[in-house]
Structures are given as structure tokens and as C-alpha cells.
């Protein structure tokens, strides 16, 4: 799910708050040591989000942040800020030429540089998070 979060829109909160969950407390959040990366460089992204990227030669940032059973990954373009909902179980992470970050069709790789290396740690905690969460769901039981 794709939204436009410059203003504030009930209705789309809603539906992301239904797909991953309500962000943490503040409270919460220290306990996790940060639920919120820093920005970092996207590389490029796919068709479907092409209308959101900068078309000159301008950077394009874009940060993730954990919930409850997802992720949401917020792009900036301009003045205009855009969600990407991601739930656990649809989200794929790939590390190539870039760490990129794919579900419902459409993917969005941030470049490896500086602003990557900072952020290590919470993409290692990303990883971490969909494992136990799919552990959640297994649906064999294993041989003995």
C-alpha cells in the first residue's frame, strides 16, 4: 500500500494502522533503541514508483520505520512526503548492489554508502524481525 502522507489523512492511517500495526510509544520505542532509520539514498526504485522520484538530478532519501507486523518506508519528493506499507510476511530484503527492499511488485534499493553503513545495525534488527515473525507462522512441524 502507497500513500500520500504530506497532510494528514485519517482515512490512510487507518488502513496502515490495520496492515502493520500502530506506531510504538515513546516508551516502547527507547526499549527497542530506536524504531526509526536515518535517512539514506535511494538508488532507484521501481515503475510503479517512478511518479515519485525526483526526475532531475536531484537525491532521493527515503527512511524506514518498524511497526507492530511491518514496515513503513516514507520517500521525500520536494515537499511532499509518500508511505510505502510493507507487512512482514510480503517483505523480501536483497542486498546486491544495494540493500533493496521489495513486496507487492515493486521494490526500492538505497544506495551502500556512508548514510548505509550508519545504518547497519537497524537493517541487521529489520532482518531479525521478519525471521521471528515468520516463525510466528510456520506451518510444518518438523520431523522427529
Given amino acids: 500500500m ?3 502522507t504530506t497532510y494528514k489523512n485519517r482515512d490512510a492511517e487507518a488502513t496502515i494502522n490495520d496492515l502493520i500495526g500502530k506506531r510504538y510509544s ?6 527497542l533503541k530506536g524504531t526509526g532509520s536515518k535517512r539514506m539514498m535511494i538508488d532507484d526504485v521501481s515503475i510503479g514508483f517512478k511518479k515519485i522520484i525526483n526526475s532531475v538530478s536531484d537525491i532521493n532519501y527515503g527512511n524506514i520505520e518498524i511497526r507492530e507486523k511491518g ?7 520536494g515537499l511532499n512526503n509518500y508511505s510505502w506499507a510493507i507487512p512482514f510476511y510480503q517483505l ?3 542486498k546486491t548492489n544495494g540493500y533493496s527492499l521489495h513486496a ?4 526500492v534499493r538505497f544506495k551502500t554508502n556512508k548514510l548505509y ?9 529489520i532482518l531479525q524481525l521478519k ?3 515468520e516463525a510466528n507462522y510456520s506451518f ?3 520431523i522427529k
Fill in 71 to 77: 514496515l513503513l518506508v516514507h520517500i521525500n519528493k
Fill in 104 to 107: 507487492q511488485g515493486n521494490f
Fill in 26 to 31: 515513546f516508551i516502547e520505542s527507547i526499549k
Fill in 92 to 94: 523480501h530484503i536483497y
Fill in 117 to 125: 553503513t550508519e545504518n547497519k545495525k537497524f537493517l541487521d534488527r
Fill in 2 to 4: 502507497f500513500y500520500n
Fill in 131 to 133: 525471521v521471528e515473525n
Fill in 140 to 142: 510444518y512441524e518438523p
